[in-house]
């Protein structure tokens, strides 16, 4: 008789709780409340699953082999997402922080659901998790929007009607979607029962909350989400093809951002996203195309072929488990990813493909090797782990401290934040700002004492020393640019050639994000304001005609940008052309929200410049 293995054991009680708290999980101990808490827990019981398989291997001295069909498709699966990180260096960090792990994590724990039989009770222990997790989510939907949302003993951050425990409406939508679609097919084959009757009760609930929540987004109210247009992923999906290292390997799990910047179609400056910078594409299979390439993608979809040949090759397609896995996929074609619905993947994907597993006798001598190598792995991923968690705690006691414009805590937090995870590009752009900010805060007193002047020479140092780092660990970002050049913009009577560092940063971030109007407005900002301390008139008026160029190409960009308008106004005004500025500028106002304290101020130097136009003359 063949007994169960620690591992087996281990996953017959840990995944449908997994499945069950991770659609409910929130944390506000970190900096992202939502995501970072569910893919602790995810990783976290990955490697109590492994921790089990190394008890096998250690005192049974077995190793449970699956015999289901995917166990080399997932072998190829997480090969390709390591050798996405290897290949990619840039956002590495973030590549295995994030997604990396995350797939890591649940490729193992389909493999480990793979080893049970298929005779085995855990699909209909899954799936009742999955339903009693999305009644709650339900039940807090409708909750949120009534009355929880005017509680004021809440956090502020749950004082919203669009709170949601998954972090998006999108997010609640697909997983409450697939929730009561499993729940309805799962009461047509049970009999009259007072389970069955709360199953279909939790159903129609999750779909009440469905359509209300749905309603909201598209009647772009308080939960209206934010998707880049179909078109727009395309476009940038199809940029990636013309590289040939890009077609294979993608431009990296982390670097989707980076490359938007990059190739971003211009027509979205008429969009709400002129000003944006999403993380995913629209969908998450252009995601996996532009992020990890042809390698990447196809394994992702020899895992989806082999879950549908499964299903195809079952006396019954529509069970509740297969669809969850049809709806789960499709998810992934219509909407960005996300960590409930990748867990639903890939659970499913493992009950489906699940089979007889043979447990491999192991010699005495090499049972200590793998052990070795197991307990190793797992002992630096749990401490790689925690190092990540206290720098998110960290960082997110960073935000409080500054809402509270506590700086000594504010410098603490981030500082820890950096030196437990020192690579996390994020986190040098928060410290470098949080220097500057404390160097100009303590520069404002009227007379500083030596200890003072010290500590505001080594924050500016300091500064320039993580913005220099931002850049150098993300390169291609336009952002780290960005933020060095402003950096030494806030600098130029501090340290000597600031501003050719800070136009030199400035031009690199507009060379990466050419169809930015903002930026470009920024970089010539900063021109204008350079020339207005050169004495040379010719350097003069090579500043001053640059500036006038990237305005005139940020109103290019965008023709409704009130910013350019006005700035560009202001530089015409300074160089005598009066009438120039007066168009400009009563474009400017045109634009200007009537709400906004800004429209009052631009009127009245809107006067001030008519009064300085020329009559014509008759």
């Known amino acids: 008789m063949q007994h169960k293995s620690i591992s ?8 449908p709780l997994i499945l069950f708290i991770t659609p409910l999980l929130f944390l506000p101990f970190f900096s992202n409340f939502f995501g970072t808490p569910k893919q602790i827990l995810i990783v976290t019981i990955t490697l109590i699953l492994l921790l089990g398989l190394t008890v096998d291997i250690l005192v049974r001295r077995v190793f449970p082999m699956s015999l289901s069909p995917l166990r080399l498709p997932l072998v190829f699966f997480v090969a390709a997402v390591i050798a996405n990180v290897l290949i990619n260096p840039e956002g590495r960090t973030e590549s295995i922080i994030g997604l990396g792990s995350l797939l890591t994590a649940l490729a193992v724990l389909s493999y480990v659901i793979s080893l049970l039989p298929q005779s085995s009770k855990l699909a209909s222990y899954c799936i009742n998790a999955i339903i009693a997790s999305s009644a709650l989510l339900s039940i807090h939907g409708i909750f949120q929007l009534t009355f929880l949302h005017r509680w004021s003993v809440l956090p502020s951050f749950m004082q919203n009607e669009g709170f949601t425990p998954t ?22 084959s049970q009999k009259p029962s007072l389970i069955k009757y709360l199953t279909i009760a939790f159903s129609l609930l999750s779909m009440s909350t469905v359509i209300i929540h749905t309603y909201l987004m598209v009647s772009e109210g308080f939960f209206t989400t934010t998707i880049l247009p179909f078109g727009a992923s395309w476009n940038i999906m199809l940029d990636t093809l013309k590289n040939t290292h890009y077609v294979f390997f993608g431009v990296g799990i982390a670097s989707f951002s980076t490359l938007y910047t990059v190739v971003k179609p211009l027509f979205l400056n008429t969009t709400p996203f002129w000003n944006i910078l999403p993380a995913t594409a629209t969908t998450e299979i252009f995601q996996w195309i532009t992020t990890t390439g042809l390698l990447g993608t ?26 969850v896995f049809i709806l789960s996929t499709l998810t992934f074609f219509l909407t960005p990813g996300s960590i409930p619905l990748y867990l639903l993947f890939f659970v499913s994907l493992g009950l489906i493909a699940s089979d007889d597993n043979e447990n491999i ?8 090797i793998l052990s070795l190598i197991l307990i190793a792995f797992i002992g630096y991923s749990g401490f790689y782990l925690v190092q ?19 700086t000594k805590i504010v410098y603490e937090s981030s500082l820890k934040a950096i030196q437990l995870v020192p ?3 994020n986190y040098r752009l928060s410290y470098s700002q949080v220097n500057l900010s404390l160097a100009a805060a303590i520069s404002q007193k009227s007379d500083l004492t030596d200890a003072e002047k010290q500590n505001v020479n080594q924050l500016v140092s300091q500064s320039i020393r993580e913005g220099k780092l931002a850049t150098s660990l ?36 507009v060379s990466l994000d050419a169809g930015n109007p903002v930026l470009r407005t920024e970089f010539a900002n900063l021109l204008v304001k350079l020339s207005a301390n050169i004495k040379n008139q010719t350097q003069k008026n090579t500043y001053l005609s640059r500036a006038a160029t990237e305005f005139q190409t940020a109103i290019q960009l965008k023709p409704d940008y009130a910013g350019a308008y006005y700035n560009f106004a202001k530089l015409l005004e300074s160089a005598g052309d009066y ?40």
Not at 388 to 406: F, H, M
Not at 597 to 604: E, G, I, K, N, Y
């Open 423 to 425: 690579s996390m590009t």
């Open 579 to 618: 009438q120039s500025a007066y168009t400009n500028m009563q474009k400017a106002i045109g634009l200007i929200d009537s709400a906004s304290p800004d429209l009052s101020r631009a009127t009245q130097e809107l006067n001030e410049i008519k009064a300085k136009v020329p009559t014509p003359t008759p």
């Open 167 to 188: 972090g998006s409406p999108l997010i609640t939508v697909s997983v409450l979607t697939i929730a009561s679609i499993v729940a309805f097919i799962k009461v047509k």
């Open 8 to 15: 087996v054991t281990f996953v017959e009680f840990l995944t």
């Open 388 to 406: 990540v968690a206290r720098a998110e705690y960290y960082l997110n006691q960073a935000k409080i401290a500054l809402s509270k414009n506590d």
């Open 298 to 323: 196809a394994t992702f979809m020899y895992l989806i072929a082999i879950g549908f040949r499964q299903i195809a090759a079952s006396k019954s397609t529509f069970t509740p488990i297969n669809v």
């Open 361 to 368: 006798i192991v010699p005495k001598t090499t049972s200590y």
């Open 474 to 509: 993300r390169p291609h970002d336009a952002l780290t640019w960005q933020n060095l050049g402003t950096i030494y913009a806030n600098l130029l009577t501090v340290v000597d050639g600031a501003d050719e560092y800070a136009i030199t940063s400035y031009a690199q971030a």
